[in-house]
T-cell receptor, first 116, second 113 residues
């Protein structure tokens, strides 16, 4: 079974530029998550989708971050404009069902973003 | 509000010795508890979870964890450490009413040959 796919793996941009990350979850997984992992910290949830609807985006900085999950499959996360403090690894995860907190999440390899 | 603490940033253990990675939590209601492992330049891999039932949970690669409600702990254990177990380990918790996980800051495990 193929895992969660993410691209690109690495990205370097200047501050105030825009950047987009792509995620393809495990086939058939209904729930998709985007996390931000700053160096030395645990992952922090940015947004959670169930199918193509948003369940939780309370931690998403909406003035600069946006995300969508069209057709309930792939998802993109965008940052516009980027700030230095956005330097982090962006992890995508998916889970099979919609049972919330009991679901096991499966993570992709992440996209490492460096903002200069 | 839910929180999780991993009191040790670094744990060193000799190969073949038992290992323990500590985790304590604070939640409202009944906790759901998870352990994940992260290898360099890779995403998090699921090891095990406690939802309900037996307090001793067995997971992947010979790892196990014991849920202790009175001590609000969920320590990760393995009877005999391998060099390949060297990685970053994350404990995560979800409280009643939450839809998602809250992660600790991670513990770096180094197994010394």
């Amino acid at each position: 079974e193929a895992g969660v796919a993410q691209s690109p793996r690495y990205k370097i941009i200047e501050k105030r530029q825009s950047v987009a990350f792509w995620c393809n979850p495990i086939s058939g997984h209904a729930t998709l998550y985007w996390y931000q992992q700053i160096l030395g910290q645990g992952p922090k949830l940015l947004i959670q989708f169930q199918n193509n609807g948003v369940v939780d985006d309370s931690q998403l900085p909406k003035d600069r971050f946006s995300a969508e999950r069209l057709k309930g499959v792939d998802s993109t996360l965008k940052i516009q404009p980027a700030k230095l403090e956005d330097s982090a690894v962006y992890l995508c995860a998916s889970s099979l069902g919609t049972s919330g907190r009991r679901e096991t999440q499966y993570f992709g390899p992440g996209t490492r973003l460096l903002v200069l | 509000a839910q929180s999780v603490a991993q009191p040790e940033d670094q744990v060193n253990v000799a190969e073949g010795n038992p290992l323990t990675v500590k985790c304590t939590y604070s939640v409202s209601g009944n906790p759901y508890l998870f352990w994940y492992v992260q290898y360099p330049n890779r995403g998090l891999q699921f090891l095990l979870k406690y939802i309900t039932g037996d307090n001793l949970v067995k997971g992947s690669y010979g790892f196990e964890a014991e849920f202790n409600k009175s001590q609000t702990s969920f320590h990760l254990k393995k009877p005999s450490a391998l060099v390949s177990d060297s990685a970053l380990y994350f404990c995560a918790v979800s409280e009643t009413g939450a839809n998602n996980l809250f992660f600790g800051t991670g513990t770096r495990l180094t197994v010394i040959p």
